[in-house]
């Protein structure tokens, strides 16, 4: 007789932070491994986010002794309008405000290879049994993470309402050994531009592009981001992220974390001894991901900065020996896919108990589809009528 998981439940800080090395060496074995499911992210984000009121809820799922799987979630009381008191179950690493949110993605459960329909199956039954929420949030999953391929597959079997809803792209890029082979991937109008730009730019004066390693380098190299990032959306009116100082407080803290781990690739473009340009990068499981940058807006329609930085950071991720070069979360029409991308849909999800405010949840989600679809069909009649389509 096979011998069944064990589920239990981490509800505490306290027990959040025993979990770093079993976390971590379980994700290393686990097929998508996203640097925002790594502890260190989503440990750091509790830390410096979490709100009265909240608790985490980490599932975690043993064969015997050894962990074979996890949930990070946490539960949040939400204030809806005419819902009070709902009880929301999320990842760790979203839900904050948008002002001020991180945009953890790729997040998943996370299921050792072999183990990944059971211990779905037991995370489910578990929230199913316990009924101790009322939805269920998934933001930006891909689509062949595990909860929407195996956990939803469930949820259909047993008629669980959900909600699905595709909310971006994401756009990586398989690195070749080379960078030879990676301009030969490129579309032929690419192919010429870049090269075209990175020789325009190393020919107007002395360039440098240097790669923060040393801890007393981090808190100027980080100053210069904030500074080019900032300058870059004043320019178009705005702030940036870094004005919230809870989200600089938590990429200070986890890049401090991350660097002596060589995870961490804060690099800065420099011409004649002036920084134009920076990227926030972070290395994990052969993936380099593109989480933030900044450029000089001076220099931005003559030279491109923030496009020459992109250029020598893929070039050293491809020499550094690493497979993708992943620039995250866009919208259908983005700069990335100059860059020879794949594109890849993201989904947020949301599932709904059978508690009374679930129910009255799920029943909310039909009928604004439903609204939705008929406003669609009505705006395609009235396009048909006058003769508007396609413009």
């Given amino acids: 007789m096979e011998k069944a998981l064990t589920l239990s439940v981490i509800d505490s800080s306290t027990g959040l932070m025993t979990l770093r090395d079993e976390w971590n060496h379980l994700l290393e074995a686990f097929r998508a491994r996203s640097i925002c499911l790594r502890w260190e992210w989503l440990h750091t984000w509790w830390d410096i986010y979490h709100d009265s009121g909240v608790k985490p809820c980490v599932l975690l799922v043993r064969d015997g002794g050894r962990l074979v799987g996890l949930a990070p979630f946490y539960l949040q009381i939400e204030k809806k309008p005419g819902f009070p008191g709902v009880?929301?179950?999320?990842?760790?690493g979203t839900g904050e405000p948008e002002q001020e949110e991180?945009?953890?993605?790729?997040?998943?459960?996370?299921?050792?290879?072999?183990?990944?329909?059971?211990?779905?199956?037991?995370?489910?039954?578990h929230l199913r049994d316990k009924e101790s929420?009322?939805?269920?949030?998934?933001?930006?999953?891909?689509?062949?993470?595990?909860?929407?391929?195996?956990?939803?597959?469930?949820?259909?079997?047993?008629?669980?309402?959900v909600a699905l809803e595709r909310v971006g792209i994401r756009y990586s890029i398989v690195l070749p050994q080379t960078w030879q082979e990676?301009?030969?991937?490129?579309?032929?109008?690419?192919?010429?531009?870049l090269p075209y730009k990175r020789r325009k730019f190393e020919r107007a004066g002395r360039v440098d592009y240097k790669r923060v390693t040393e801890p007393e380098e981090l808190d100027h190299a980080f100053?210069?981001?904030?500074?080019?990032?900032?300058?870059?959306?004043?320019?178009?009116?705005?702030?940036?992220?870094?004005?919230?100082?809870?989200?600089?407080d938590y990429h200070r803290r986890l890049a401090r974390t991350l660097l002596p781990q060589g995870m961490l690739n804060l690099g800065l473009?420099?011409?004649?001894?002036?920084?134009?340009?920076?990227?926030?990068?972070?290395?994990?499981?052969?993936?380099?991901?593109f989480y933030q940058g900044g450029a000089d807006v001076e220099h931005a329609s003559k030279y491109s900065p923030g496009v020459i930085a992109h250029v020598y950071a893929i070039e050293a991720a491809i020499l550094?020996?690493?497979?993708?070069?992943?620039?995250?979360?866009?919208?259908?029409?983005?700069?990335?896919?100059?860059?020879?991308?794949?594109?890849?849909?993201?989904h947020n999800m949301r599932v709904f108990a059978g508690t009374f405010r679930g129910r009255i949840l799920a029943i909310e989600?039909?009928?604004?589809?439903?609204?939705?679809?008929?406003?669609?069909r009505r705006e395609h009649a009235t396009d048909a009528v006058t003769g508007h389509q396609g413009e």
């Avoid at 990676?182 to 531009?193: E, F, Q, S, W």
């Avoid at 702030?239 to 600089?248: D, I």
Wanted: hydrophobic share 40%; aromatic share 12%; charged share 30%.
């Fill in 102 to 125: 991180v945009a953890s993605e790729y997040l998943d459960i996370v299921a050792l290879n072999g183990y990944e329909d059971k211990v779905a199956k037991a995370v489910w039954e």
């Fill in 365 to 376: 989600n039909r009928v604004r589809g439903r609204w939705r679809s008929f406003r669609r």
């Fill in 182 to 193: 990676y301009i030969a991937m490129l579309d032929d109008g690419a192919a010429k531009r």
């Fill in 133 to 161: 929420w009322d939805q269920l949030v998934f933001n930006d999953v891909l689509e062949d993470s595990l909860v929407l391929t195996t956990l939803r597959r469930i949820l259909v079997c047993e008629r669980i309402p």
């Fill in 320 to 346: 550094g020996g690493l497979d993708r070069y992943d620039f995250m979360k866009g919208g259908v029409a983005s700069y990335k896919t100059e860059f020879g991308c794949e594109e890849s849909p993201m």
């Fill in 87 to 92: 009880r929301t179950l999320r990842f760790l």
């Fill in 269 to 289: 473009l420099s011409l004649d001894g002036v920084n134009i340009a920076a990227h926030y990068n972070l290395r994990h499981a052969g993936t380099e991901y």
């Fill in 223 to 248: 100053d210069e981001l904030i500074r080019l990032h900032t300058m870059r959306w004043k320019k178009l009116g705005r702030e940036g992220v870094f004005a919230s100082s809870r989200f600089t």
